[in-house]
């Protein structure tokens, strides 16, 4: 696979062709399997993004500890507010969904991470959906955000517990920005720049989760999270550039990673794990989940 | 200019699973996954030692239910997990968990599985390294290095020279390919522990063949069990 996106991006535009048909290329020669047997299994994950996306729309989950649960649904049939309407709004809500699925123990795609899990099929699905775009677009949308997605992972790092949020709904941001600019119809260039984008925008964002519990913040940051995706296609597709590079925006995110505090690392150690509400929940709700047991 | 390296695209879009995390529930189901190849299939009891981060939020992340979904063969994206616990009693089985202190070197997420079926009994030591990948560090009580992302062999035989080329003939004869092979012993002259990965799926047979060489103690195979 690519170590860096401006090699993909170059040879992508040098042949006229998106940034999903040079992934797949190398991941076919790469793994010894052929496209289409990738796309099949892309499609599968997709499937399964879709029906979590449903399960989780309907609003009825809650997570373990209770933290969490619900607010997908208020999304989808709450009042209105200035978005009502939207594709925003549905990505919102679909990416609440998701997350809420995950917190329940439903089953999710790890794309990059059960934690960030939320982000990429709110945005490809609801944007999908909302422009039109038929599955074989949304496939090679996801073969896109893989692309993106192991460059981060070579580069930085996919880990909470490594790099911060921002190597987990920071990095599904990045991909699912970059994914959906191209599935909308952006030159690889344009999907370059959507990546620096919404990479920059989460720059410096903590791991920093209630009891440790892939819960709170979690399933609000994917919300964010997503929003700062929609925000980066916009952008991009507008013609808007960022001078920054993706590769070297997506080095930032890794050395401010390494530089970050174990507190802010998954290890609810700071951030809102370590205010006195946050506290106080989590042993509260920790205590509940030990006498359930 | 295209590198080959390591990530693979189907790596970052996925694995599908059971939330709500790949580290302290995918991982935690895969080493459960692996512990059962040790007894040859669902323990009828074990102890899980919980270490570090698995014993502190392994409770939220469903590690417990994760560990004994992997231990009756669930895999990480069986939606059963989530009721893995009932299931557990409902079929009679007694797994116990406990809180535990590994020492300073061991991985943040490690457990410790004392495992019994049909009178053999076998101790694995393992840790969920993050993204779903997991490794094995200690197999009744031998130093070893399995990922789980091949197929697997694990054999203890006698000090016996020749013992590799024996054993690599037969896998040969069955049409496997070793991709890696490694030795461990406690003491020289002492017994040897074996884990040889294979890029096919091993048949029963080669189990049962290895096992009637007469200087190999005890062989079983573990499931791949990556994605």
Known sequence: MYRNLADAIRDAEARGVPLSTVALEAESKDQGRSIEDIRTVLGRALAVMREAVARGLVGDLYSASGLVGGDAAKMRNGPPGPLAGTAFRDVLARALAVQEVNAAMGVIVAAPTAGGAGVLPAVLTGLAESRGIDDEGVISALATAGLIGAVVAERASLSGAEGGCQAETGAAAGMAAGAATEMLGGSPRQVGHAIALAQQGTLGLVCDPLGGLVELPCVFRNATGAAIALAAIEMALAGVEFAIPADEVIDTMGEIGESMDVRYRETAGGGLAATPTGRRLAKERLYELKRKH | ?227
Not at chain 2, 23 to 36: D, E, I, M, V, W
Not at chain 2, 45 to 64: C, K, M, P, Q, V
Request: charged share 25%.
């Open chain 2, 1 to 227: 200019m295209y590198i080959a390296a390591m990530v693979s695209l189907l790596d970052i879009i996925g694995p599908v699973m059971v939330g709500p995390s790949s580290s302290h529930t995918a991982g935690a189901c895969r080493l459960g996954l692996l512990a059962r190849g040790l007894v040859g299939g669902t323990p009828q009891s074990a102890t899980i030692e919980l270490h570090g981060s698995f014993a502190r939020t392994g409770e939220g992340h469903g590690t417990d239910k994760a560990i004994a979904g992997g231990l009756m063969g669930f895999r990480p994206d069986d939606e059963r997990l989530r009721d893995a616990l009932d299931i557990m009693e409902r079929e009679g089985l007694n797994y116990v968990f406990e809180k535990t202190t590994l020492g300073d070197d061991a991985h943040p997420n490690t457990v410790r599985i004392t495992l019994e079926r049909e009178g053999r009994r076998s101790q694995m030591v393992g840790a969920s390294l993050g993204p779903g990948r997991v490794r094995v560090t200690e197999i009744d009580g031998y130093p070893v290095d399995v990922s789980g992302n091949l197929h697997t062999i694990v054999l203890v035989a006698g000090d016996q020279k020749g013992s590799i080329a024996r054993i690599a003939g037969l896998l040969a004869d069955a049409d496997l390919n070793i991709a890696t092979l490694k030795l461990s012993r406690k003491e020289r002259g002492g017994d040897a522990f074996m884990v040889i990965e294979v890029d096919e799926r091993p048949d029963e047979s080669v189990r049962d063949v290895i096992r009637a060489l007469p200087w190999v103690k005890w062989a079983f195979r573990l499931e791949k069990v990556s994605a």
